[in-house]
């Protein structure tokens, strides 16, 4: 995990809390995930239509807008099969056979016994 400063919105109405992000290396549509913990603590109002987060400030209300054009792109970039190295369509099943792909750790897990008190 790591906690980075992250500014929401424009000056004079923006928030830079702090927010934990977890580092994978996994592929994906994202370049982060903000965890709801952080979309708490901002007390933002999201609508997914309109693809604006609004926030209070003590200035006002701030707000984060998404972008149309990037979203079509992305939306269209995970209708469109995958092409081989062939240049030809690879299959892309809608639903994995074993389960979702999960993430692997970087580096050596150390097990910790937890204390049933």
């Known amino acids: 995990m790591v906690s980075l400063h992250v500014t929401f919105g424009e000056e004079p ?3 830079t809390p702090a927010a934990r992000f977890m580092v994978v290396d996994v592929p994906s549509t994202y370049n982060a995930i903000i ?10 109002m999201v609508a997914t239509y309109h693809m604006v987060m609004k926030f209070s400030t ?3 209300f701030g707000e984060v807008r ?3 054009q990037i979203q079509e792109v992305l939306f269209d970039s995970n209708l469109t099969p995958k092409k081989d190295e062939a240049g030809g369509a690879t299959h892309r099943p809608s639903r994995p ?3 979702p792909p999960h993430p692997e750790p970087m580096e050596q897990l150390v097990e910790v016994p937890l204390n049933k008190a």
């Not at 965890?35 to 933002?44: A, G, I, P, S």
């Open 97 to 99: 056979c074993k389960g």
């Open 66 to 68: 998404g972008d149309p």
């Open 35 to 44: 965890d709801q913990l952080t979309l708490n603590h901002l007390r933002v």
């Open 58 to 60: 003590k200035d006002g």
């Open 13 to 15: 109405l923006s928030k």
